[in-house]
Nanobody, 119 residues
Framework: QVQLVESGGGLVQAGGSLRLSCAASGSISSINVAAWYRQAPGKQRELVAS???????NYADSVKGRFTISSDKAKNTVYLQMNSLKPEDTAVYYC?????????????WGQGTQVTVSS
């Protein structure tokens, strides 16, 4: 059974940096796509960044130039480097991964990690 475990959240002042990690474990042959989502209180969950097995990345307009998604295939780990943090970045951040089987792929979610940016 696949599990995603997130870490790295915390409190930081505006303008600061934080690095989130998402470690996948279990029966994993590969990861087709991995992504970071976030959800602030009273708001919908939104896609922040994604990365494919080939290394292609995409970012929400609100984080372009500030956040970087990356992966370490040997460790089955995905990272989100967050720089120049703003109070509006405050949210619970979730890791998501699509992992293939012989015939299809399944989506897995981490438990979430809180990021709080003070003004």
């Amino acid at each position: 059974q696949v599990q995603l475990v997130e870490s790295g959240g915390g409190l930081v002042q505006a303008g600061g940096s934080l690095r989130l990690s998402c470690a996948a474990s279990g029966s994993i042959s590969s990861i087709n796509v991995a992504a970071w989502y976030r959800q602030a209180p009273g708001k919908q969950r939104e896609l922040v960044a994604s990365i494919t097995s080939g290394g292609s990345t995409n970012y929400a307009d609100s984080v372009k130039g500030r956040f970087t998604i990356s992966s370490d295939k040997a460790k089955n780990t995905v990272y989100l480097q967050m720089n120049s943090l703003k109070p509006e970045d405050t949210a619970v951040y979730y890791c998501n991964a699509f992992i293939p089987t012989a015939t299809t792929q399944y989506s897995y979610w981490g438990q979430g990690t809180q990021v709080t940016v003070s003004s």
